[in-house]
């Protein structure tokens, strides 16, 4: 044991009722920097209590959790609702931890193991908290399953049979040349050896996005992999690396080590690399890598070549969307209005079926199923649970709630909400086209929402929102910044929002961080204008950035569990 720190056990309540377990060791004075330690699957945080000994860190709080379903956190064992669910406990987690012990995120360093790891990096790609630092150790960003098309067979007997589980084959012997290490695992009553079917296809998921986006991520990473790693593989974790933004990156592999690394025989050397980093890395004063020109590198170049001409490919896939596709209706009305439009939007929240013949219902049914959409149905459902949580934080305070939405189209969210809110609120919604204005006082009229008002306006006209009277407690964009690819318009935009806002006022914002079907849209789909749909999205640290740069301060998130579309909600300073 470290004489230097007191250990401590705690439980908090997570974003759903859960609860989580976990261990702190605190040093005798209040610490200002932390390390927050992810645990490999199956396993819990008593795991970590010689590695906290060996690192031998006298002035940092260390924190280590038991993932739900694991150890003495609430949960099925070994089994969650999706790796999205156990990236949302970290970020719960860490907001617990900022709030109980007052170390921000800024002085905060995160390690992970196997699994941990992946949730790890998931975290930090998808909240984009400002962490100093990443290590990973072992990550799982590919499983080593040994039957041929493992992954395909289990998507289909998950789809057949539902929930499942997988006893996991991973031998301690197969973890560690350590003999003692290897009976302490085999004998510990809290380590689970078996996974939910779903988790282990999220995981595998989860950890395709992170591979093709690891140029999202610009924190300072140190990655320690294993030289005889049976469980996961190496070439994965190559692939990560090489695709890091960090201006401050290393990847050790030790050679002759199984995959518990932080168990092997010579596990002090590992521990002594993570030791360094993270003593470097609290000794270095920190620069913010979103303000710089390389979070701007990574989806700015991806938008100029999907901006070029090309795609050949695609060019049957035109055809059949031009032809047939029109007897689907929504298709019909995306060639018609652009598939961005306000109007094509509404239709993919209403998701009800309809086409010419049943060949068109059955294209409709496979377009309002696409996976962009069903991101696009969940942001709805996110966009209203943030903004009933801004509505009744104004209320709380005692203040009027009244909310503007600058990019509205027909304001279908925004109308039902109100609808819902069971208490007073106004609206001003905004919209550049006419027609979106008219079918929001249609959608106003059917549902019958008062209080609301329409006016036509350019969300990138700063003076024009700034303007808005009475001012709004609340305010709104959503869907826009991601279909204009330079940030000059979206920083007047975000001022004249803050402009607009009353001090201590609200500003709920999406953003697009990743999407599979980028180049398939670019190639196919058309936008409002009539031109190729090439969307712009940002990592969420650039957006993040542009938002505080504009005077905010971020509260929460939410995300779908594709890592899609968030949904943030900020508030600006108090006078």
């Given at each position: 044991?470290?004489?230097?720190?007191?250990?401590?056990?705690?439980?908090?309540?997570?974003?759903?009722?859960?609860?989580?377990?976990?261990?702190?060791?605190?040093?005798?004075?209040?610490?200002?920097?932390?390390?927050?330690?992810?645990?490999?699957?199956?396993?819990?945080?008593?795991?970590?209590?010689?590695?906290?000994?060996?690192?031998?860190?006298?002035?940092?709080?260390?924190?280590?959790?038991?993932?739900?379903?694991?150890?003495?956190?609430?949960?099925?064992?070994?089994?969650?609702?999706?790796?999205?669910?156990?990236?949302?406990?970290?970020?719960?987690?860490?907001?617990?931890?900022?709030?109980?012990?007052?170390?921000?995120?800024?002085?905060?360093?995160?390690?992970?193991?196997?699994?941990?790891?992946?949730?790890?990096?998931?975290?930090?790609?998808?909240?984009?908290?400002?962490?100093?630092?990443?290590?990973?150790?072992?990550?799982?960003?590919?499983?080593?399953?040994?039957?041929?098309?493992?992954?395909?067979?289990?998507?289909?007997?998950?789809?057949?049979?539902?929930?499942?589980?997988?006893?996991?084959?991973?031998?301690?012997?197969?973890?560690?040349?350590?003999?003692?290490?290897?009976?302490?695992?085999?004998?510990?009553?809290?380590?689970?050896?078996?996974?939910?079917?779903?988790?282990?296809?999220?995981?595998?998921?989860?950890?395709?996005?992170?591979?093709?986006?690891?140029?999202?991520?610009?924190?300072?990473?140190?990655?320690?992999?294993?030289?005889?790693?049976?469980?996961?593989?190496?070439?994965?974790?190559?692939?990560?690396?090489?695709?890091?933004?960090?201006?401050?990156?290393?990847?050790?592999?030790?050679?002759?080590?199984?995959?518990?690394?932080?168990?092997?025989?010579?596990?002090?050397?590992?521990?002594?690399?993570?030791?360094?980093?993270?003593?470097?890395?609290?000794?270095?004063?920190?620069?913010?890598?979103?303000?710089?020109?390389?979070?701007?590198?990574?989806?700015?170049?991806?938008?100029?070549?999907?901006?070029?001409?090309?795609?050949?490919?695609?060019?049957?896939?035109?055809?059949?969307?031009?032809?047939?596709?029109?007897?689907?209706?929504?298709?019909?009305?995306?060639?018609?209005?652009g598939f961005d439009s306000g109007m094509t939007l509404d239709y993919v929240y209403e998701n009800r079926i309809r086409g010419l013949t049943p060949i068109g219902r059955l294209i409709d049914r496979a377009f309002l199923d696409s996976i962009g959409w069903r991101g696009i149905r969940q942001r709805r459902i996110h966009l209203e649970r943030v903004l009933h949580d801004a509505i009744d934080r104004v209320h709380a305070a005692r203040q009027p709630a009244r909310v503007l939405d600058i990019a509205a189209g027909p304001g279908r969210y925004v109308l039902e909400t109100l609808q819902s809110a069971g208490r007073p609120v106004t609206a001003v919604l905004r919209d550049a086209r006419q027609e979106n204005i008219d079918a929001g006082r249609q959608l106003a009229a059917r549902l019958g929402v008062s209080g609301v008002a329409f006016a036509c306006g350019d969300a990138?006209?700063?003076?024009?929102?700034?303007?808005?009277?009475?001012?709004?407690?609340?305010?709104?964009?959503?869907?826009?910044?991601?279909?204009?690819?330079?940030?000059?318009?979206?920083?007047?935009?975000?001022?004249?929002?803050?402009?607009?806002?009353?001090?201590?006022?609200?500003?709920?914002?999406?953003?697009?961080?990743?999407?599979?079907?980028?180049?398939?849209?670019?190639?196919?789909?058309?936008?409002?204008?009539?031109?190729?749909?090439?969307?712009?999205?940002?990592?969420?640290?650039?957006?993040?950035?542009?938002?505080?740069?504009?005077?905010?301060?971020?509260?929460?998130?939410?995300?779908?569990?594709?890592?899609?579309?968030?949904?943030?909600?900020?508030?600006?300073?108090?006078?």
């Open positions: 044991m470290n004489p230097s720190l007191s250990v401590v056990e705690r439980s908090m309540t997570t974003w759903d009722g859960g609860t989580l377990y976990y261990r702190a060791w605190l040093p005798a004075s209040t610490a200002s920097k932390a390390l927050v330690l992810f645990h490999r699957g199956h396993e819990h945080s008593g795991r970590w209590q010689h590695v906290v000994d060996a690192l031998g860190l006298e002035d940092i709080a260390i924190f280590a959790w038991d993932a739900r379903g694991h150890g003495r956190s609430s949960g099925d064992r070994g089994a969650a609702e999706s790796v999205a669910a156990l990236v949302k406990d970290a970020d719960a987690f860490a907001s617990h931890l900022a709030s109980t012990y007052g170390i921000s995120a800024e002085n905060t360093i995160v390690m992970g193991h196997s699994v941990g790891a992946v949730i790890a990096a998931a975290w930090v790609h998808d909240y984009a908290p400002r962490v100093r630092g990443l290590i990973l150790a072992t990550p799982a960003f590919r499983v080593k399953l040994y039957v041929p098309g493992a992954v395909p067979l289990l998507r289909l007997r998950h789809a057949m049979f539902g929930r499942g589980f997988v006893k996991s084959y991973v031998k301690a012997k197969l973890l560690t040349h350590d003999a003692a290490e290897a009976a302490a695992y085999e004998h510990d009553p809290l380590i689970f050896r078996q996974i939910a079917m779903n988790m282990l296809l999220d995981l595998h998921d989860t950890a395709t996005r992170l591979l093709a986006d690891a140029g999202a991520i610009h924190t300072p990473t140190l990655i320690l992999s294993a030289g005889r790693d049976w469980i996961v593989r190496l070439d994965a974790q190559q692939t990560f690396f090489d695709g890091l933004s960090s201006s401050v990156k290393a990847m050790h592999v030790f050679p002759g080590f199984f995959h518990a690394i932080f168990h092997e025989r010579d596990r002090h050397r590992p521990i002594l690399a993570a030791r360094e980093f993270i003593l470097e890395r609290f000794a270095t004063v920190p620069a913010d890598p979103s303000s710089s020109e390389a979070a701007l590198r990574h989806t700015k170049a991806e938008h100029d070549r999907l901006k070029a001409p090309g795609g050949r490919r695609y060019i049957p896939v035109r055809w059949a969307l031009r032809t047939i596709g029109r007897l689907s209706e929504g298709i019909r009305l995306g060639w018609r209005t990138f006209d700063g003076r024009g929102v700034a303007s808005t009277r009475p001012r709004p407690t609340i305010a709104v964009v959503s869907g826009l910044y991601e279909l204009f690819p330079d940030n000059d318009p979206v920083n007047t935009s975000l001022r004249g929002l803050a402009d607009a806002l009353e001090p201590g006022g609200y500003l709920v914002y999406t953003n697009q961080p990743w999407h599979p079907q980028l180049a398939f849209i670019a190639r196919t789909l058309t936008n409002r204008e009539g031109r190729p749909w090439v969307m712009r999205r940002r990592t969420q640290a650039e957006m993040d950035q542009l938002v505080r740069a504009a005077g905010f301060r971020k509260l929460s998130m939410e995300i779908d569990r594709w890592g899609i579309f968030t949904v943030s909600l900020a508030q600006k300073a108090a006078a």
